[in-house]
Structures are given as C-alpha cells and as structure tokens.
C-alpha cells in the first residue's frame, strides 16, 4: 500500500514539473528588449488559443508598460511646502 502511495506522489510530481511556468518574466522581458520584440511579434502573428502562450503575451505587454513607464522611481519630488525652488 506504501509502495502505491509513493508512486502515485512521484507520478503526480512528474506531471507537475512537465507543466512549469513560462523562464521568461516581465523584468526579463524588459531588461532585454530583443527577446521583448521577439514575443511581442509572436503574440501579433498568432492568435492566443492556449494558457501558455496568452500568459507570455501578458507578460510581454507588462513588460513594455514597465519599459514605457518605469519602475515609479522618479527623479524629482516636489518639496513639501508647495512652492517650486529655482
């Protein structure tokens, strides 16, 4: 009964690991603006029709916004008093 127990949990990890996660995240996606166009363009010429592939043009859309705004660190920060120092 142990024997089984141990290899239906084996059995189970192995199919788990087959399905992992995409290696490309959004501050992947966005340090390297090559790869970014690279699946950005995938995602334009082939419609999203499975989880994967609609889960990296998200994360390839993140990443450009990232690109385009930011991290949210900006350089300037008004004072506190309201009027501007020249």
């Given amino acids: 009964m142990k024997t089984l127990i141990c290899m239906a ?18 501050d992947s ?6 790869r970014l166009h ?3 363009q995938h995602c334009q010429n082939e419609p999203a029709t499975d989880a994967d592939n609609d889960a990296i ?9 990232k690109r385009f705004n930011g991290d949210g660190n900006v350089p300037y920060t008004p004072s506190s008093n309201g009027r501007p120092s020249f």
């Fill in 9 to 26: 949990l084996a059995g189970c990890t192995v199919l788990t690991a087959c399905h992992r996660a995409p290696a490309d995240t959004v």
């Fill in 57 to 65: 043009c998200k994360l390839a859309n993140q990443a450009q916004r």
């Fill in 29 to 34: 996606l966005a340090a390297d603006p090559a």
């Fill in 38 to 40: 690279e699946v950005v």
